[in-house]
């Protein structure tokens, strides 16, 4: 079957809403002749149609494998499984489309040999289900996934909102900061021109790796972002560090390069000279729970003697709550690596150093700095305007895979089930009944978890037989009770 079939005649033109209309009029006494001229539908196969029972509008002799009802729910089957971040590849729905024809019955074309649907099959199944395409996802570490979860983020927002409640905290007085690296080397590169269909291009850099600073970046609510805060892997500092930098900034050094409880300390000073808290105007600033910042008490006395407000967001949610993270960084960072690739063509044979980082960084961080992206990073988070319920149940998809039951809920369903056990059975009841005798007659709750399966309602069963969810079922970690199970039978 070609995959990229052109139609060669234009047969067919008409719908079967046309057609069932015309066989509507001939029966209502309209001639055949008037009323496929009328619907603009042949003649013969509108007499066709006439003496036949059904309404067909296939051309061709070939079926689809699935029809309409069961591709929507493997589509859907498909879009559950990515929403938890353990989509399939091409090759695994093709699989998955040979598994699904064979345990159902349904005839199909497919290779029986090597247990695989075809390419052209895949291609016309998303030809018809446009909604539907293979990416390539963001790599998301388990913590991350499993970080983000209703619970926790409740409870922050919870946190959030009794913050807010005080009337003078306006969208200036709320702030969010955060770290991130600037190397020499940007990991990011932008395209370049070049002959088409060359293997392999190549773009100057300064080294193999590069040479990697901090910046600690802060923004409010509105469009007031505070000067950067640099930290650079050295163990003195240099003048030479500072040429270009933005006005305002600060800087300081240490043998990892990395944020400490000491330098955080000094950031924070440096967060006071431009914020200025007072006990009319206070401030609420928004970080993550690194250790430098939620293990250091002078840091938390000195928020309390300076009228900030501190709170820290839930682990492994920044990618989702930090406002920098969700509108600034990316942008930044896209900035900067342009400034980099200037630089070098603008001066060839020199290389990028630490002494270079500050100046590229200005026209950068200019360049983000914008009102639209601080508004934007705040409003995607919820955090201002206040709105908890920003994100969906599908943001909370991914935790759902190692989410576990409270014990004390399995401790009742157990007890419940242990009743159930000992409770008669709907023929026992049925023979007291006919025996006149007394019986203990149960809930109607209950007695429908003892109902047969045709006395069930099938309005919602699947489609399939034997659904995708069953030959593919969502992931879903085992609780620790049942991994000591096998243990156990293992041993």
């Not at 060669?8 to 209309?21: C, D, G, V």
């Not at 446009?130 to 991350?144: G, V």
């Not at 808290?277 to 600033?285: G, I, N, R």
């Not at 700095?369 to 705040?378: K, L, Q, R, S």
Request: aromatic share 8%; with cysteine.
């Amino acid at each position: 079957m070609p995959t990229n079939y052109k139609r060669k005649s234009n047969r067919q033109s008409w719908t079967a809403q046309q057609l069932e209309q015309a066989i509507k009029a001939v029966k209502s006494g309209s001639p055949v002749k008037t009323a496929a001229r009328s619907y603009a539908i042949p003649r013969s196969t509108l007499i066709r149609h006439l003496t036949s029972s059904t309404v067909s509008t296939r051309l061709g002799p070939i079926d689809s494998v699935f029809n309409s009802q069961q591709e929507e729910e493997l589509v859907k089957h498909l879009l559950d499984l990515e929403k938890k971040f353990y989509g399939i590849t091409m090759t695994n729905v093709r699989k998955l489309a040979f598994d699904l024809a064979e345990k159902n019955g349904l005839p199909h074309p497919f290779n029986k040999s090597t247990k695989i649907a075809g390419k052209a099959w895949l291609s016309n199944f998303l030809k018809r289900n446009p909604k539907l395409s293979f990416r390539k996802p963001e790599a998301t570490s388990a913590a991350r996934a499993r970080g983000f979860n209703k619970p926790a983020v409740s409870a922050f927002y919870d946190l959030l909102e009794e913050a807010l409640k005080d009337p003078k905290l306006t969208p200036d007085r709320v702030l969010n900061a955060d770290e991130t690296s600037v190397c020499t080397v940007p990991p990011k590169k932008s395209k370049v021109a070049a002959l088409k269909g060359k293997k392999q291009l190549g773009g100057i850099t300064s080294a193999e790796r590069g040479e990697t600073a901090t910046a600690v970046m802060c923004m409010s609510a509105t469009e007031q972002h505070r000067p950067p805060f640099f930290i650079f892997l050295r163990m003195r500092m240099h003048e030479a560090l500072k040429k270009g930098a933005s006005r305002g900034s600060k800087f300081a050094c240490n043998a990892s390069g990395y944020m400490t409880v000491e330098i955080f300390n000094e950031w924070f000073d440096h967060f006071l000279e431009h914020v200025k808290p007072s006990e009319d105007s206070p401030a609420l600033l928004i970080i993550d729970g690194h250790s430098s910042h939620t293990k250091n008490l002078a840091f938390t006395e000195k928020a309390r003697a300076n009228f900030v407000k501190v709170l820290v967001l839930p682990p492994h949610t920044s990618n989702k709550l930090q406002p920098l993270d969700v509108s600034f960084m990316a942008s930044f960072k896209t900035y900067y690596a342009q400034e980099v690739e200037r630089f070098l063509q603008q001066n060839p044979g020199i290389v990028v150093s630490q002494y270079d980082v500050a100046e590229l960084m200005k026209p950068a961080f200019i360049k983000a700095a914008t009102t639209e992206i601080a508004e934007n990073g705040f409003e995607k988070t919820g955090i201002w305007p206040f709105d908890r319920n920003i994100f969906s149940d599908d943001d909370f998809a991914p935790a759902t895979v190692t989410d576990q039951p409270d014990p004390e809920v399995l401790r009742e369903e157990e007890t419940f089930r242990l009743h159930l056990e000992g409770a008669p059975s709907q023929s026992t009841v049925n023979r007291i009944s006919c025996e006149d005798k007394e019986v203990q007659v149960l809930p109607e709750d209950i007695m429908a978890d003892f109902a047969e399966p045709d006395s069930i309602s099938t309005a919602n069963n699947p489609v399939f037989e034997i659904s995708p969810s069953i030959i593919l079922p969502l992931p879903k970690k085992v609780t620790p009770r049942e991994n000591a199970k096998q243990k156990r039978q293992l041993t």
